[in-house]
């Protein structure tokens, strides 16, 4: 207990170490070796320690009990996880901490039918404004099963960090600044990585900047793990300035020191956000922009980067960001360096030839039962048709095949796949005929990989930022007949796809004609309407005039200009 105290925890482990062997053991030694191991990020040590100290501990367990699952979640053994959580539930009704760790298991677990229920009953506690239900889902799990925008806004839950206040934005819009004659922007991520879904959008933008008026600075504070898995960006990027090593102070100050102008945040409310960071004032514009598909409450920026589908008019109650709207489409995709590999034969992918192949490669957190009640329906109006899902672990593939086979789907229609590395995942999509989105969160990358590989998105018309994303893609690619007005009418075209393979082949043919010709794929085009957004900014800021809403006018249209 003195070496815990004193901080000296691989001290105490070691001290404790010959006690735990022992039979009888104290119970607080047990937890003291349970709270130094989490201490030192010895994750499975700690969850270990923390299910022994459970049994000893029996009114504590609950608490116990949730500690050791949120471990074990966090060790990705999530079957484990939701064991300890139901134990603990058992006991004794969770805590708002207890039920957010139980709400991402699930999900993550794809128990289908149990997240709509809970969905349900949180729903109608947001609803009838029980604080508490405020603060249970963080923001970005919140946007997995709810698209009713004014209550997005209204939660409160920041897994980390501290919300800013309206003293700490006023005291930084009035820090003094200069303006050199270009522009200085500094993007803030920790997903620098060229097989990371963000940067594989954005590196494009990189390399199209106009390095005569802007000079930007790429600031990462990316993972280890996460870096390891780059290509080559990271050693050839020349501006590039890694923070992950430095405390939040320390952080700012590098990052104060080269004088931003615009700060973008390319973050909001996704894994390891640095949200104190941000929060201390690194420069005198902040934007949030393409990482999170709503707004990043707490998180201190100026300006939030749309577009008109995604933020159309009406929204900006429900924002604390001031609306930027690009002409076209929030999204930026790199045509520059993505590759287009020739498509990978069925049998190749353990396809059937003559059938019909419905694809889903979005993330498991965004399926949910009424989208797959929807394509069930799909499924037995196409009696040829199968779904292909990319799906890993025995979980969660289990919950899908006798969910579907719960509504009559032969789990012999069910192709479940696994990741697959970026230009093979390319290839592998061409041998489908229609992806089918989710809802309420779309496709984001997943949408604009389908259609980089000529394959049409069935999407749904969304009420909030994140069941809009596939919209803006669609409709910047001009192919706005994939998006359905209704739930019902997303079934009815997928199903009226799948039975005219003539009109199937003819929107396949479009889609590749216009990857070449239409804003969507232009990454060039993008990069100087988002110039323009940030020129704007600065002049109204030079002017002495706060953040205002405003629209980017678009540029004439120059045809095959995407390479």
Same mark, same amino acid.
């Given at each position: 207990?003195?070496?815990?105290?004193?901080?000296?925890?691989? =001290?105490?482990?070691?001290?404790?170490?010959?006690?735990?062997?022992?039979?009888?053991?104290?119970?607080?030694?047990?937890?003291?070796?349970?709270?130094?191991?989490?201490?030192?990020?010895?994750?499975?040590?700690?969850?270990?320690?923390?299910?022994?100290?459970?049994?000893? &501990?029996?009114?504590?367990?609950?608490?116990?009990?949730?500690?050791?699952?949120?471990?074990?979640?966090?060790?990705?053994?999530?079957?484990?996880?939701?064991?300890?959580?139901?134990?603990?539930?058992?006991?004794?009704?969770?805590?708002?901490?207890?039920?957010? *760790?139980?709400?991402?298991?699930?999900?993550?677990?794809?128990?289908?039918?149990?997240? =709509?229920?809970?969905?349900?009953?949180?729903?109608?506690?947001?609803?009838?404004?029980?604080?508490?239900?405020?603060?249970?889902?963080?923001?970005?799990?919140?946007?997995?099963?709810?698209?009713?925008?004014?209550?997005?806004?209204?939660?409160?839950?920041?897994?980390?960090?501290?919300?800013?206040?309206?003293?700490?934005?006023?005291?930084?819009?009035?820090?003094?600044?200069?303006?050199?004659?270009?522009?200085?922007?500094?993007?803030?991520?920790?997903?620098?990585?060229?097989?990371?879904?963000?940067?594989?959008?954005?590196?494009?933008?990189?390399?199209?900047?106009?390095?005569?008026?802007?000079?930007?600075?790429?600031?990462?504070?990316?993972?280890?793990?996460?870096?390891?898995?780059?290509?080559?960006?990271?050693?050839?990027?020349?501006?590039?300035?890694?923070?992950?090593?430095?405390?939040?102070?320390?952080?700012?100050?590098?990052?104060?020191?080269?004088?931003?102008?615009?700060?973008?945040?390319?973050?909001?409310?996704?894994?390891?956000?640095?949200?104190?960071?941000?929060?201390?004032?690194?420069?005198?514009?902040?934007?949030?922009?393409?990482?999170?598909?709503?707004?990043?409450?707490?998180?201190?920026?100026?300006?939030?980067?749309?577009?008109?589908?995604?933020?159309?008019?009406?929204?900006?109650?429900?924002? &604390?960001?001031?609306?930027?709207?690009?002409?076209?489409?929030?999204?930026?995709?790199?045509?520059?360096?993505?590759?287009?590999?020739?498509?990978?034969?069925?049998? =190749?992918?353990?396809?059937?030839?003559?059938?019909?192949?419905?694809?889903?490669?979005?993330?498991?957190?965004?399926?949910?039962?009424? *989208?797959?009640?929807?394509?069930?329906?799909?499924?037995?109006?196409?009696?040829?048709?199968?779904?292909?899902?990319?799906?890993?672990?025995?979980?969660?593939?289990?919950?899908?095949?006798?969910?579907?086979?719960?509504?009559?789907?032969?789990?012999?229609?069910?192709?479940?796949?696994?990741?697959?590395?970026?230009?093979?995942?390319?290839?592998?999509?061409?041998?489908?005929?229609?992806?089918?989105?989710?809802?309420?969160?779309?496709?984001?990358? *997943?949408?604009?990989?389908?259609?980089?590989?000529?394959?049409?998105?069935?999407?749904?018309?969304?009420?909030?930022?994140?069941?809009?994303?596939?919209?803006?893609?669609?409709?910047?690619?001009?192919?706005?007949?994939?998006?359905?007005? *209704?739930?019902?009418?997303?079934?009815?075209?997928?199903?009226?796809?799948?039975?005219?393979?003539?009109?199937?082949?003819?929107?396949?043919?479009?889609?590749?004609?216009?990857?070449?010709?239409?804003?969507?794929?232009?990454?060039?085009?993008?990069?100087?309407?988002?110039?323009?957004?940030? =020129?704007?900014?600065?002049?109204?800021?030079?002017?002495?005039?706060?953040?205002?809403?405003?629209?980017?006018?678009?540029?004439?249209?120059?045809?095959?200009?995407?390479?």
């Amino acid at each position: 207990m003195t070496a815990y105290r004193a901080g000296a925890l691989e =001290e105490c482990l070691r001290l404790a170490a010959p006690l735990l062997r022992q039979p009888g053991i104290a119970p607080g030694v047990i937890l003291i070796a349970a709270q130094a191991s989490a201490k030192l990020k010895r994750d499975a040590d700690a969850a270990r320690f923390y299910e022994q100290a459970a049994a000893l &501990h029996p009114r504590e367990a609950p608490l116990l009990l949730v500690m050791a699952g949120r471990l074990r979640f966090k060790l990705h053994q999530n079957d484990a996880a939701l064991d300890l959580l139901r134990r603990a539930e058992a006991l004794r009704a969770l805590d708002v901490e207890g039920l957010a *760790t139980m709400r991402r298991v699930l999900r993550e677990q794809v128990a289908l039918e149990e997240c =709509e229920a809970r969905d349900a009953a949180l729903r109608k506690d947001m609803l009838a404004g029980k604080p508490d239900a405020f603060i249970i889902d963080d923001p970005h799990e919140h946007l997995m099963w709810c698209d009713d925008e004014r209550l997005n806004a209204m939660v409160r839950r920041l897994p980390t960090g501290r919300a800013f206040t309206p003293e700490s934005r006023r005291n930084r819009r009035e820090m003094p600044h200069g303006f050199g004659p270009r522009i200085r922007i500094g993007y803030l991520s920790n997903d620098v990585s060229d097989q990371h879904p963000t940067m594989l959008l954005f590196r494009g933008v990189l390399a199209a900047h106009d390095a005569s008026r802007f000079d930007v600075t790429l600031f990462c504070h990316t993972d280890p793990d996460v870096a390891a898995t780059d290509q080559g960006f990271r050693q050839n990027y020349p501006h590039l300035v890694p923070i992950h090593h430095l405390s939040d102070e320390a952080a700012a100050h590098e990052i104060r020191n080269r004088n931003i102008d615009i700060l973008v945040d390319l973050k909001g409310h996704t894994k390891d956000v640095r949200v104190d960071l941000i929060n201390s004032g690194l420069a005198p514009i902040q934007v949030a922009w393409l990482g999170f598909p709503g707004s990043s409450y707490g998180i201190d920026c100026d300006y939030m980067i749309g577009d008109p589908v995604v933020l159309p008019d009406g929204v900006a109650p429900f924002y &604390h960001e001031t609306i930027c709207r690009l002409p076209e489409c929030y999204q930026c995709n790199d045509a520059f360096t993505r590759p287009l590999p020739p498509a990978l034969s069925r049998p =190749e992918l353990g396809l059937p030839d003559d059938a019909i192949i419905f694809a889903s490669f979005n993330g498991l957190r965004k399926l949910n039962a009424p *989208t797959l009640r929807a394509w069930a329906r799909i499924l037995l109006a196409v009696p040829d048709g199968v779904l292909w899902m990319m799906c890993k672990g025995d979980t969660p593939r289990r919950n899908i095949t006798d969910f579907l086979a719960r509504h009559g789907v032969d789990p012999a229609r069910i192709i479940f796949t696994g990741r697959a590395g970026y230009a093979e995942h390319i290839a592998r999509l061409q041998a489908a005929d229609i992806a089918l989105d989710s809802y309420p969160y779309n496709g984001h990358t *997943t949408t604009s990989d389908a259609l980089w590989a000529g394959l049409p998105v069935v999407a749904r018309k969304g009420r909030n930022f994140a069941s809009r994303v596939s919209e803006s893609l669609l409709k910047a690619l001009d192919v706005p007949e994939l998006v359905a007005e *209704t739930p019902e009418a997303y079934e009815r075209l997928a199903i009226d796809l799948a039975h005219d393979r003539a009109r199937l082949a003819a929107l396949k043919a479009t889609i590749q004609s216009n990857r070449l010709t239409t804003p969507l794929f232009d990454t060039a085009r993008f990069t100087r309407h988002l110039e323009m957004a940030f =020129e704007m900014m600065v002049e109204r800021k030079k002017s002495g005039l706060p953040p205002a809403p405003f629209d980017v006018p678009a540029l004439p249209v120059i045809r095959d200009a995407v390479r």
